[in-house]
């Protein structure tokens, strides 16, 4: 079935550092990509898209491509702060349809601290 | 800017009981769903709700749960005999029916079951 994996975490860097949160997914078919974020106490909250092969997705500094030819969507950042300590989840969903709902599949999460 | 809010934010419950969580979705919003997230593991999707039906359940959504939207406003999940493994973070989102890969998600209510 379609799936996502995402890396282990915590991954901890100081500030200022590079971020690399890699995910790679499984899917038949040709999904949409996503990357949320989760501050404490928040809910999920959209960080960036990508809707078909070579997309690069942006938002606040956050950067990820879509690489159908590895099934990867890696998170990356140059130069991480404090305020992005959170957690980070790699989804998946297929474009709506008539007989699509557009669920979101998840990879299970991967939690940033970036200390000062 | 609008938001999904969930109420409670956390609740215990004693195994077999009925629980029903409660959400509010934002309000030009027509597609609703729920998601949950056992400590530790991947969130999963639940049930997706359009025009008063479910649109789309996973095999996790069998008989003991359900989903209303008694009003205008509120969109619930009910559990009508709770199990020990339905204790889990519940996470409502809401979308537009034209843009269903754009969803916004509440802040999640913690069950508790014991």
């Known amino acids: 079935g379609d799936s996502v994996t995402q890396m282990e975490g915590p991954v901890t860097l100081s500030e200022e550092a590079f971020l690399t949160i890699n995910c790679t997914y499984t899917?038949?078919?040709?999904?949409?990509l996503f990357w949320y974020v989760q501050y404490p106490g928040e809910g999920l909250q959209l960080l960036l898209k990508?809707?078909?092969?070579?997309d690069k997705g942006s938002n606040k500094g956050f950067e990820a491509t879509y690489r159908k030819e590895t099934t990867s969507f890696h998170l990356e950042k140059g130069s991480v702060q404090v305020s992005d300590s959170a957690v980070y989840f790699c989804?998946?969903?297929?474009?709506?349809?008539?007989?699509?709902?557009?669920?979101?599949?998840f990879g299970q999460g991967t939690t940033l601290q970036v200390k000062p | 800017e609008p938001e999904v809010t969930q109420t409670p934010s956390h609740q215990v419950t004693q195994m077999g009981q009925e629980v029903i969580l409660r959400c509010v979705p934002i309000?030009?919003?027509?597609?609703f769903y729920w998601y949950r997230q056992i400590l530790g593991q991947k969130v999963e999707f639940l049930v997706s709700?359009?025009?008063?039906?479910?649109?789309?359940k996973s095999e996790i959504f069998d008989d003991q749960f359900s989903v209303e939207r008694p009003d205008g406003s509120n969109f619930t999940l009910k559990i009508r005999s709770t199990k020990l493994e339905d204790s889990a973070m519940y996470f409502c989102?809401?979308?537009?029916?034209?843009?269903?890969?754009?969803?916004?998600f509440g802040p999640g209510t913690r069950l508790t079951v014991l």
């Open positions: 989102a809401s979308s537009e029916v034209g843009a269903r890969d754009e969803q916004f």
């Open positions: 899917a038949t078919g040709y999904p949409s």
């Open positions: 990508a809707t078909k092969a070579d």
């Open positions: 989804a998946l969903s297929f474009l709506p349809g008539s007989s699509n709902t557009g669920k979101l599949i």
């Open positions: 309000s030009n919003h027509l597609y």
């Open positions: 709700f359009y025009n008063n039906e479910i649109s789309e």
